[in-house]
């Protein structure tokens, strides 16, 4: 039996990049999930009788809101649902299931890499057709729906037994319970080399992957210890929790210094790798060398053509404006074009469908290709596999020879995290108002050639986005970039962006924040961040 409910809207269900993310506790009141549902429905057309993808990475409150989510899908017409088993897809992994069973559009439950538990964080994003997120003309739509919004429709049904494969119904929709792993695990297996890979593995190629015991757990140890050979063990903490073992699942060198202390260690492994809670976010560390997310955007584009996926080359690269131009100077050597995007993946969408770009990239640890339309942690982890399989060499050596034919650019982001809004929000508003007179001010030997407030025209459907992030460029190439994130949940997340470029290979051994150290100092005082914010210092650097 279909509900219609009365309702009252809730304050502050805008989404940001990545969805509506809030506290465990704001979404388990009352009709709040059914409100945000509902006004994503209320916002899409010509959606009756198809299908609706469903899935998240298993933090908590995820099977909860699943069967809400399942509940309003069927009330409100779609005729089939397709839902992982034990509500577990990866997000990647949604955008793939969305385009290969040409579903209309898909809802992923996760906050990405944020904390989980009862007290930790949640999200619901809404996922377009093409398996990307959706864009903002949409998103805007649904958060003016959510503050109208006076009732929602949903069954009246018991749940649905989300861990038992096969199809049930659900009034007049059908509920598919898929495997989550299948279709993804067999996209991979198209794109790479896996026999090389193997071989790879066979040779005595050690490597530790954390799952961090979120999403990806099940899709590496089906793909790397089932079907690439790689030894039992080698992917660590493969069982997703609500409460992500009690740790933070963020692939960086804070939550997983234990990775890069292995792989620093006199006989640690060959390659060491980790993913975020949702599994679109990766982390790179060969022996004794550190990846850092922007340089792997670029060495995976040079790289890209050793797999078979990508054997015709690439079309072009695509990067979020704060990662660094690493990617700039692989695209210009490759004659490929380069495109620069506000944060956010969405951004990207259009130009993977358009065929202007094939690799996409941000300095958040996300990289991608054109096979799904969300960035994908575990599909950088095996290009990287079969890359290092193709050329025969350590992760080092790679890096070092794409330094040597490309320069180096040192890159560093610090987060001054739940810093307090008003006093963000006045930090970037003193930046734009002194954004025209810095032009040619020097500062020792650092000269501002300009800086700008960030916008991007998009070339496939012309839509524009403003104030996008604080550039500050200077002669030699070097950035200062400022700007406030929009995936945290309490308070405000300020991120602070160094970029300085070294041609020259003998200065390429330097430890970063030393390289960056006159940089960092300026870029505290130009925006007055302890005067701003309190924080001298901030919560984390990467």
């Known amino acids: 039996m279909i509900l219609t409910i009365a309702t009252t809207p809730f304050e502050g269900q805008k989404p940001g990049t990545s969805g509506l993310r809030k506290r465990v506790p704001v979404f388990q009141q009352r009709h709040y999930v059914e409100n945000f549902v509902q006004s994503i429905f209320d916002c899409l057309e010509g959606f009756a009788g198809t299908t609706l993808v469903v899935g998240g990475d298993g933090r908590f409150f995820n099977r909860e809101a699943i069967q809400t989510v399942i509940r309003l899908a069927a009330a409100n017409g779609f005729g089939r649902i397709l839902v992982g088993r034990g509500g577990i897809l990866s997000t990647p992994a949604a955008s793939n299931v969305i385009r290969v069973r040409k579903a209309y559009g898909g809802i992923i439950l996760s906050a990405s890499h944020n904390p989980g538990g009862p007290d930790g964080d949640f999200g619901i994003k809404y996922n377009v057709g093409n398996g990307g997120p959706a864009p903002e003309k949409v998103t805007e739509a649904v958060?003016?729906?959510?503050?109208?919004?006076?009732?929602?429709?949903?069954?009246?049904?018991?749940?649905?037994?989300?861990?038992?494969?096969?199809?049930?119904?659900?009034?007049?929709?059908?509920?598919?319970?898929?495997?989550?792993?299948?279709?993804?695990?067999?996209?991979?297996?198209?794109?790479?080399?896996?026999?090389?890979?193997?071989?790879?593995?066979?040779?005595?190629?050690?490597?530790?992957?954390?799952?961090?015991?979120?999403?990806?757990?099940?899709?590496?140890?089906?793909?790397?210890?089932?079907?690439?050979g790689a030894p039992h063990g080698t992917?660590?903490?493969?069982?997703?929790?609500?409460d992500f073992g009690g740790h933070h699942p963020d692939p960086n060198l804070v939550?997983?210094?234990?990775?890069?202390?292995?792989?620093?260690?006199?006989?640690?492994?060959?390659?060491?790798?980790?993913?975020?809670?949702?599994?679109?976010?990766?982390?790179?560390?060969?022996?004794?060398?550190?990846?850092?997310?922007?340089?792997?955007?670029?060495?995976?584009?040079?790289?890209?053509?050793?797999?078979?996926?990508?054997?015709?080359g690439?079309?072009?690269?695509?990067?979020?404006?704060?990662?660094?131009?690493?990617?700039?100077?692989?695209?210009?050597?490759?004659?490929?074009?380069?495109?620069?995007?506000?944060?956010?993946?969405?951004?990207?969408?259009?130009?993977?469908?358009?065929?202007?770009?094939?690799?996409?990239?941000?300095?958040?640890?996300?990289?991608?290709?054109?096979?799904?339309?969300?960035?994908?942690?575990?599909?950088?982890?095996?290009?990287?596999?079969?890359?290092?399989?193709?050329?025969?060499?350590?992760?080092?050596?790679?890096?070092?020879?794409?330094?040597?034919?490309?320069?180096?650019?040192?890159?560093?982001?610090?987060?001054f995290e739940e810093v307090e809004t008003d006093g963000a929000n006045a930090l970037m508003a003193q930046l734009r108002e002194g954004l025209v007179g810095l032009k040619g001010k020097r500062f020792g030997a650092l000269e501002i050639a300009g800086a700008d407030d960030f916008a991007y025209h998009d070339p496939v459907d012309g839509s524009d986005s403003a104030h996008q992030g604080i550039r500050v460029l200077f002669e030699d190439g070097s950035r200062i970039v400022y700007r406030l994130s929009g995936t945290g949940t309490s308070g405000a997340t300020l991120r602070v962006y160094i970029e300085r470029f070294e041609p020259d290979a003998a200065a390429h051994g330097l430890e970063t924040q030393a390289a960056l150290a006159d940089l960092i100092a300026l870029g505290h005082a130009l925006?007055?961040?302890?005067?701003?914010?309190?924080?001298?210092?901030?919560?984390v650097i990467t």
């Open 143 to 228: 958060f003016a729906r959510t503050r109208t919004i006076t009732e929602y429709r949903t069954l009246d049904s018991a749940d649905v037994d989300l861990d038992r494969l096969g199809e049930v119904g659900a009034g007049a929709a059908i509920v598919e319970v898929i495997d989550p792993v299948d279709d993804y695990a067999g996209l991979m297996q198209r794109l790479f080399d896996f026999d090389r890979i193997r071989g790879l593995f066979a040779s005595g190629f050690r490597m530790k992957f954390d799952a961090m015991s979120a999403v990806t757990g099940p899709y590496a140890r089906q793909i790397l210890e089932r079907m690439l």
């Open 235 to 242: 992917v660590m903490n493969f069982t997703p929790e609500p």
């Open 255 to 312: 939550h997983a210094r234990h990775l890069y202390d292995l792989a620093m260690s006199i006989d640690g492994p060959d390659f060491c790798a980790a993913s975020d809670g949702d599994g679109d976010r990766n982390l790179i560390i060969g022996n004794h060398a550190f990846v850092t997310p922007s340089d792997s955007l670029a060495m995976l584009a040079a790289n890209a053509h050793l797999a078979p996926g990508y054997a015709k």
């Open 314 to 415: 690439i079309a072009g690269i695509a990067r979020s404006m704060p990662t660094s131009r690493a990617a700039d100077r692989v695209a210009e050597k490759m004659g490929i074009s380069l495109y620069e995007t506000p944060t956010g993946w969405k951004f990207f969408g259009n130009l993977l469908d358009a065929g202007l770009v094939t690799i996409c990239g941000e300095e958040s640890a996300g990289t991608g290709s054109d096979h799904v339309r969300e960035k994908d942690g575990l599909w950088a982890v095996l290009l990287w596999l079969d890359i290092v399989a193709a050329r025969r060499q350590s992760v080092a050596a790679i890096q070092r020879e794409h330094w040597a034919a490309y320069g180096r650019n040192y890159y560093s982001r610090h987060d």
């Open 527 to 539: 925006a007055r961040i302890e005067h701003f914010t309190g924080r001298r210092e901030p919560s």
